[in-house]
């Protein structure tokens, strides 16, 4: 019955997530930070999971394990169809550059992290809990939202800004998801070992470079043998949209199942199948990315659902203490030194606006969290996977509730000064 009630409330936010108010309240300034960061999802789930209500258990959680690997694929399929061979082409020479410095930056403050969480958490320095926490926070840390409504003064602008804010966000999601996958073979259990304490010390016993090649490898196999059979299957149903939707969802039910049963991660996995459509000639790529896009919401919504449903909202002092770090590690990078370059290009009285875009934490964060969540057993008296988890969400919080602060105060700046010129 709990568990019943729980796929409702998925049903239900994914049905509410595609109706036309709800997109109409998503195009106002609060509410793309607030919908477009999925804040409801989450506290919707946080709530569903108190004990004091009961509704849905942790342990219950892992039911829903199928449709959570079903929606990462989906969204790893979302992130590949970007990857065009003639990419590269097209990319300015200003993207690249910022691209470069947010990834040197994220590895900077990778080792930040990795010195602020052996102090704070009481890690030794060469336990690999350490290491993962350091590695996954940093991977976290690359790119940022692309949502830009929320930064606008003006209803429909177009400028250099937004499009380096979207470009960035969308090639940041791709290095990110490669990293990702870095760290899911780099510090994956070993098989046979046990779920629990035991677990989380084992993490990175078996460390090998062999190991990252062997995974890598499954994951292309899988996603090419996917692509190809989406893209043959898409040409024989045709113009028929109800026997085209059913190949879709197939093929990405045979991503996150085989990426379950292989052990690889659905997000890479996804990712790199969509890189394998998106380079095959003909009409039906165009047609698969309209149906996922129509769907990115209903499917961020469920992610973000699981999200608050996994997390655990009481982390220990020590924890917060890192997520204190880690926010203030993003604003001295993200806010002051990124968004200095993008708010160079922003239009006249935007600029002060654009220079809090970086700050967002990627939506794709989140997802990576929960995979993080279901493939890593960490159970840690140091922190826990859950733990992680609620950290992650704090940190994209907080950010957000920064770019309200920012917009709400460059809004009254605004206000004062037309007064003292009208006046």
């Not at 936010?13 to 109409?24: E, G, M, Y």
């Not at 607030?34 to 039911?63: C, M, N, P, T, Y």
Request: charged share 15%.
């Amino acid at each position: 019955m709990q568990l019943l009630i729980s796929l409702s409330v998925v049903v239900a936010l994914a049905l509410v997530a595609s109706s036309r108010s709800f997109w109409s309240l998503r195009r106002t300034a609060v509410g793309a930070v607030i919908f477009s960061g999925g804040w409801v999802a989450v506290g919707l789930g946080l709530l569903l999971s108190l004990d004091r209500l009961a509704l849905v258990r942790s342990g219950q959680v892992s039911a829903l394990e199928p449709l959570v690997h079903f929606a990462l694929g989906w969204v790893g399929l979302m992130v590949g169809l970007q990857l065009r061979r003639d990419l590269p082409k097209y990319l300015p020479g200003a993207l690249l550059r910022l691209m470069a410095m947010d990834l040197g930056l994220a590895l900077f403050a990778g080792v930040g992290i990795w010195l602020a969480a052996g102090w704070l958490l009481d890690l030794p320095m060469g336990h690999p809990l350490r290491w993962f926490i350091a590695a996954f926070l940093g991977v976290c840390m690359i790119g940022w939202a692309a949502e830009v409504r929320s930064l606008r003064r003006q209803p429909a602008q177009d400028a250099d800004s937004e499009r380096l804010v979207r470009a960035t966000s969308g090639l940041s999601s791709v290095f990110a998801l490669l990293l990702y996958g870095m760290l899911f073979f780099l510090f994956d259990t070993p098989a046979g070992a046990a779920v629990g304490a035991d677990a989380a010390r084992s993490m990175g016993t078996v460390i090998a470079p062999q190991r990252i090649l062997f995974g890598l490898s499954i994951s292309i196999l899988i996603a090419a043998a996917a692509g190809w059979l989406c893209h043959w299957l898409m040409r024989l149903a045709g113009r028929n949209e109800g026997h085209f939707l059913v190949v879709l969802l197939g093929v990405v039910a045979l991503i996150a199942g085989a990426a379950e049963a292989m052990g690889e991660p659905p997000l890479l996995v996804g990712m790199l199948c969509g890189a394998v459509l998106v380079n095959l000639p003909g009409d039906p790529v165009v047609r698969l990315k309209r149906v996922l896009l129509e769907a990115e919401q209903p499917m961020a919504m469920a992610i973000m659902l699981v999200a608050g449903l996994m997390a655990d909202p009481v982390l220990p002092g020590m924890a917060w203490a890192v997520v204190g770090g880690v926010i203030l590690l993003r604003i001295a990078i993200k806010w002051k030194l990124i968004g200095d370059r993008i708010a160079r290009t922003a239009p006249a009285g935007e600029s002060a606006l654009f220079h809090l875009a970086p700050l967002r934490q990627h939506p794709l964060a989140m997802a990576m969290a929960v995979g993080m969540v279901i493939t890593h057993p960490i159970d840690h008296a140091a922190v826990t996977g859950r733990e992680l988890l609620m950290m992650v969400i704090a940190i994209g919080l907080v950010c957000d509730l920064v770019i309200l602060l920012g917009k709400w105060r460059g809004a009254t700046a605004t206000e004062q000064d037309s007064g003292g010129l009208v006046g």
